[in-house]
């Protein structure tokens, strides 16, 4: 038993709004189907006045890995930016009632804490309409080696690209990962984001990542290829660790010319889609730290990721482990 | 059809902080399983601290009724305190975006917002722990000929008898009710909170109220008799239409000598026993506007509470109202 963290996830820190919509709210505001989109303080506030009675619950891609993480017991750290106002003391509540070491306090004088409205349409899959308020005031003086520290696995979200000082404080969490010998991970967070830093996460993934998380789309946007099986091959190539999830196709995991293939385990109800992915990368890591074969892992991440996807809420919490599908 | 608003509540406004615990917890800051105690602030940061990972939601027991109310399509309005807050932007929202008239919006300069805390234990039941903030300033300024209208009926609950001015805002509404020829209607909200306010409860039952909304515990307490069925007796010699509910027991209706018994529907799983009162309420009240008999009344409100009991959360929303179990 090691005193080493785990995991450290660099991301948004964000609170979710979930609403259950219908399909024509979207085409009122204008957005596609599971779609992620950056609005500004403004449109936040039009998008949340035609929603109706809402829920809040901490939210945030890697945040949701690393509450994972230690919903399952592993050492996890955060680094995000919250402003000291309710919704910013909710969310770094939320990770240290499980042991998360969250090493940024909320903070007075920022924008509001980030909110990302997320409607849930009756198919139970999610669109989002992100504010990323506060979170994305993080600067790269905020991620050193004395943030960062020496975890097993720097986590870092494509999202964290999106704000002003995100590539350079990317850059910056990659060199002292190097330093520190820490493996560094990114999950791709969706193809639009893909689109928006593109070469930026083919160089991370070249030089710097042992490990890459991503869907179908995200691969697929990565590489620009046809097809799946297309990127497939391409990842093939490379010397990172590639977990590729495809819902109700299952997963796939590339290490080089190693590829396993894994079913996805049977949902009765899709009730909400959202995390579906961030518990899957948590469970993938866990397992990975305790030592399991990559079919293990994908396994047991298989399992967690339907669990999520069978309640409301996008994080893998006790609830949920109370919940998984037998192996 | 009328353009007069069926029901108007008043009472505290309140965010629920959700969250599942284990027994223990309840045992460490000594709180009785099903009690509802109402706590100062520094209190409240002590019990969060103890608290998981949680989920917020707007609450309220004369809100969720009210909220219940618009659900189903009643006209409904709302009188109760909120600070200028995220959590009481949050709450106000919650009402309004169902339709309700929020007669007050949140003001600038109070207390925070009220919180409660609602521990959920394995077996579905609800612990509360109320910091009452900013609903505690709710004024008897507040109460009048304007903000209340000249709704059919003035719901008020137990627990507004528990801020500063309670007592005398409560007997405000009342007379004003009978200005405009509202029925007053009372829920008692828990057993506590009738020993703490008895005698005057036992006034307004006599004097004013039209109809009174309790659980066992409650008209027990309210009559301080041995028994349910002493109880019941007691209720009969007063002119007010009396609810009464009894868990899995489901419900008696008391209109003078006229005694409807009402068995519950079966619940394959208690989720989340949070607002099931208040949605029994609310169908009631409901189907009583619509002219329903009162055995047609408490079968719907008894349809309607089961479907909240069966999700998390304590609003009958319009998720609930899709899985109401067959009459």
Same mark, same amino acid.
């Given at each position: 038993?090691?005193?080493?963290?785990? !995991?450290?996830?660099?991301?948004?820190? &964000?609170?979710?709004?979930?609403?259950?919509?219908?399909?024509?709210?979207?085409?009122?505001?204008?957005?596609?189907?599971?779609?992620?989109?950056?609005?500004?303080?403004?449109?936040?506030?039009?998008?949340?006045?035609?929603?109706?009675?809402?829920?809040?619950?901490?939210?945030? +891609?890697?945040?949701?890995?690393?509450?994972?993480?230690?919903?399952?017991?592993?050492?996890?750290?955060?680094?995000?930016?919250? /402003?000291?106002?309710?919704?910013?003391?909710?969310?770094?509540? $939320?990770?240290?009632?499980?042991?998360? $070491?969250?090493?940024?306090?909320?903070?007075?004088?920022?924008? +509001?804490?980030?909110?990302?409205? &997320?409607? =849930?349409?009756?198919?139970?899959?999610?669109?989002?309409?992100?504010?990323?308020?506060?979170?994305?005031?993080?600067?790269?003086?905020?991620?050193?080696?004395?943030? =960062?520290?020496?975890?097993? @696995?720097?986590?870092?979200?494509?999202?964290?690209?999106?704000?002003?000082?995100?590539?350079?404080?990317?850059?910056?969490?990659? *060199?002292?990962?190097?330093?520190?010998? +820490?493996?560094?991970? &990114?999950?791709?967070?969706?193809?639009?984001? !893909?689109?928006?830093?593109?070469?930026?996460?083919?160089?991370?993934?070249?030089?710097?990542?042992?490990?890459?998380?991503?869907?179908?789309?995200?691969?697929?946007?990565?590489? $620009?290829? *046809?097809?799946?099986?297309?990127?497939?091959?391409?990842?093939?190539?490379?010397? /990172?660790?590639?977990?590729?999830?495809?819902?109700? *196709?299952?997963?796939?995991? @590339?290490?080089?010319?190693? =590829?396993? !293939?894994?079913?996805?385990?049977?949902?009765? @109800? !899709?009730?909400?889609?959202?995390?579906?992915?961030?518990?899957?990368?948590?469970?993938?890591?866990?397992?990975?730290?305790?030592?399991?074969?990559?079919?293990?892992?994908?396994?047991?991440?298989?399992?967690?990721?339907?669990?999520?996807?069978?309640?409301?809420?996008?994080?893998?919490?006790?609830?949920?482990?109370?919940?998984?599908?037998?192996?």
């Amino acid at each position: 038993m090691t005193s080493r963290v785990s !995991v450290l996830g660099i991301g948004n820190a &964000i609170v979710d709004v979930l609403a259950r919509v219908d399909d024509q709210l979207l085409a009122d505001i204008g957005a596609e189907k599971r779609s992620m989109t950056l609005i500004d303080e403004q449109r936040a506030i039009e998008v949340y006045q035609k929603m109706g009675p809402a829920v809040e619950m901490s939210g945030g +891609s890697v945040a949701n890995t690393i509450a994972g993480l230690a919903s399952l017991g592993a050492r996890a750290a955060f680094i995000g930016r919250v /402003a000291n106002d309710q919704l910013g003391r909710i969310f770094t509540h $939320d990770l240290q009632s499980l042991g998360v $070491d969250v090493r940024l306090p909320p903070l007075d004088g920022l924008a +509001s804490t980030a909110r990302s409205h &997320i409607l =849930i349409t009756p198919d139970g899959q999610r669109t989002m309409q992100t504010y990323l308020g506060a979170c994305a005031e993080l600067g790269v003086d905020e991620v050193n080696e004395r943030t =960062i520290g020496d975890p097993e @696995v720097v986590l870092l979200e494509g999202y964290a690209w999106d704000i002003d000082q995100g590539p350079e404080l990317a850059r910056e969490a990659m *060199k002292v990962a190097e330093h520190t010998g +820490s493996v560094v991970a &990114i999950s791709l967070s969706d193809a639009r984001c !893909v689109e928006r830093h593109r070469d930026a996460f083919l160089d991370a993934t070249a030089r710097h990542a042992g490990m890459v998380f991503a869907n179908e789309t995200e691969i697929i946007s990565l590489f $620009d290829t *046809k097809s799946f099986d297309e990127a497939v091959d391409r990842a093939s190539d490379f010397d /990172a660790l590639f977990v590729l999830t495809r819902t109700e *196709k299952g997963c796939v995991v @590339v290490d080089g010319s190693d =590829i396993i !293939v894994q079913e996805a385990y049977p949902v009765d @109800v !899709v009730t909400d889609a959202t995390g579906a992915g961030d518990a899957h990368t948590a469970a993938f890591l866990y397992q990975r730290a305790a030592g399991g074969s990559l079919k293990e892992c994908a396994v047991f991440a298989s399992r967690c990721a339907t669990a999520v996807i069978s309640q409301v809420g996008g994080r893998l919490d006790e609830h949920a482990l109370k919940h998984l599908p037998e192996p």
